[in-house]
Every structure is written in C-alpha cells, then in structure tokens.
C-alpha cells in the first residue's frame, strides 16, 4: 500500500473540517517536568501533546471514518448500510460519519465490550450486535454480514485498516507536525496501525527527520513482535485497560509500513499505563483512555533517551468507562 501524498492529505482535511476544526496541541510545564525527572538529569524534556480527545467522538477515529464515509458515498450510490467492528472509538467515528452522509450503521462488538462505549455508540444511532470473545472474532462476523447476499450492492463494510482511513487519520499528524516546533521523537498507540501509518506519511511527505516510536501494550504484543520478527506474528491480546490496543492479529498491510518507517516498537505494560493515565490527568487534566495513554507510557518509559529532545505524544482519545478510570486514579493496578 502506498502511502497518501501531502495533496491527498490536504484534501482529506477539507472533507474532515465540515465536521469539525482541528484539535489543539499544547506543551504542559507540569508534565515536562514530569519527563525531564525521568531522564536522570540527561537534559529538559519538551513535550508537545497532540490532543485527539477533543474530537467530537472523543478520539482520533472521527477522521477517517469521514474521510471513508465520503469514498464510499462518492463511489456507491447505492449503499444504504455501513458494518464494522470495533471495541469503542472506530464505531463512534463510523456512525458519526455515516450518519453525517444519510446512512444507516450497524456495529459489531465482543461480549463484555465497554458499556459506556457501547452507548455512545448508540447515541450516534448505531445498531449494536455483539458477537465473539475478542475483537477478531467480531470483526470476522462483521464482515460476513456485510458481504451476504442479500445484502449484496446496499451493505459495505468498513474496513479497521484501509488507505481512505490511513487518510483521514493523516490529518491529524499534519496539524501536529504543522502546529509545532519540529520534533526530534513522536510516540504513537497502535492498535491496528491506522494512526501510526498516518503519521508516517506526514513525517515523509513534509520531509522531516522525525522518530516514529510505536507503543503497544505488553499484554497484547502481537505488532512488537512481528516488528522483531520482520513476519506477522499471531499472539494473544490480554490488556485489561487498553481495549484500544487490542489486536490478536496484526495487519500486513499496515506492517509493511511500519517496518519501513517506524524506527522501533516497544511494550508497556497495564501498570505503566494506569501510572501514564494518572500523570495525564495530574498533569494536564486531560482524560486518556488506556490506549491513548501508552504513548505517554513509552515516553516515561524512555526517559533518558529523549533526555534534552522535542517530543510529540499522540493523546488518541478520552473514551474510558467511569468506574474504571476511577479504579484507576484513586488507587495503583
């Protein structure tokens, strides 16, 4: 797959922006502090947020699902229904999307899937199914009832990777990488590896010098290890709080770019994302779910690499279950 060029970015952006402005970027004195502690000295950390859990969906998957939603409208005139699967963030910004181009939503989930999430979902209009132990399982059931007969010609499912969406998310990175000093290291979540990529192709398309550093969780290591591998590698997916990260299998399509432009992916684990949950609110007061809050994560965790360096962080999202987040801010894992 070849990567979005810097006009197909921009046009992106114009779809993006009949539903919503840019999100913010902001420096946070408390949390660099925070940072340069963990660098032993080495040198100040200046780090810049990129701030996703402003969206009008609460995360980052908003924006290519327009992007998305906009292709298949313009290429499918006949299309009345749009399927996915997702744990949360991708089936808001399908059904906010879908809603905004006149079409009907149908999302599926695994069982014991965020009740919160699942409501918001909802809210957006669409209908829920759930299906599966993990979010494989529901996203091969999801794809079967897109592609039935009879639903032939009026159903199209919506890929969780796919370049319209890789698009979309690129938008984000070019208002980051526009919108502040030029940064030495960027830490990215991956979940399926939409918003890494994206991010790749901003960094190639304006030509900078930045790291791309990918962060999973320890606990679902499923892309840390085909990075490692350089071959996909199946592996199970057992975080507790990062249902974003959540991936059993990982995309080749998607790794193909992250091998070619990702200079590392390293693993942090639930507890160090429940601590990086806490710093951020401490911080900033800002909500990061649990995925959204494991680039921060890696950030802590290489302190005394990025000791006297910019760094970008990519906050993707706020969409975290109350009692959970609770749990979380009152108390370690």
């Known amino acids: 797959m070849q990567l979005p060029t810097l006009p ?7 779809i993006v922006y009949r539903a919503m402005p840019p999100t913010p970027q902001y ?25 996703e859990n402003h969206s009008p969906v ?9 992007v998305y939603a906009a292709w298949l409208r313009e290429n499918h005139p006949n299309l009345t229904t749009v399927v996915a699967a997702t744990r949360g963030n991708h089936g808001q910004g399908v059904a906010f999307a879908a809603h905004n181009y006149g079409l009907r939503t ?9 009740k919160e999430k699942n409501l918001a979902m909802q809210a957006q209009g669409a209908e829920l199914i759930e299906h599966g132990s993990d979010f494989q399982a529901s996203l091969e059931f999801a794809r079967d009832l897109a592609s039935s007969p009879a639903n032939s010609g009026t159903h199209a499912f919506v890929e969780s990777f796919h370049p319209r969406l ?3 998310t690129a938008t984000y990175a070019l208002e980051f990488f526009r919108g502040v000093p030029p940064l030495d290291i960027i830490y990215v979540p991956i979940g399926l590896g939409s918003s890494i990529c ?8 304006l030509g900078l010098k930045t790291e791309i550093v990918g962060v999973v969780a320890s606990q679902s290591p499923s892309y840390a290890l085909s990075f490692a591998q350089h071959q996909i590698v199946e592996a199970p997916s057992r975080t507790q709080i990062a249902d974003g990260l959540a991936c059993r299998i990982p995309n080749r399509l998607a790794m193909e770019i992250i091998w070619d432009n ?11 994302i429940a601590h990086a949950m806490r710093a951020c609110y401490h911080d900033t007061h800002n909500l990061a779910e649990g995925a959204a809050a494991a680039a921060l994560a890696g950030a802590l ?7 006297g360096k910019r760094i970008g962080i990519v906050l993707t999202g706020a969409n975290i279950d109350s009692d959970l987040f609770t749990s979380i801010l009152g108390s370690s894992l």
Not at 109 to 114: D, I, R
Not at 198 to 205: E, F, L
């Open 8 to 14: 197909e970015i921009e046009a992106a952006q114009s």
């Open 262 to 272: 990702v200079a590392r992916i390293i693993e942090v684990s639930d507890e160090e």
């Open 58 to 66: 609460g995360a980052f998957k908003i924006r290519g699902a327009l």
């Open 301 to 307: 965790r290489e302190g005394v690499q990025s000791a």
């Open 166 to 168: 890789v698009m979309g």
């Open 106 to 114: 149908v999302i599926v989930v695994p069982h014991g899937n965020s």
């Open 27 to 51: 420096s946070w004195p408390l949390l660099n502090q925070r940072l340069s502690a963990g660098a032993s000295g080495n040198g100040p950390i200046e780090a810049w947020i990129k701030h």
């Open 198 to 205: 994206g991010v790749s192709a901003v960094r190639n398309a």
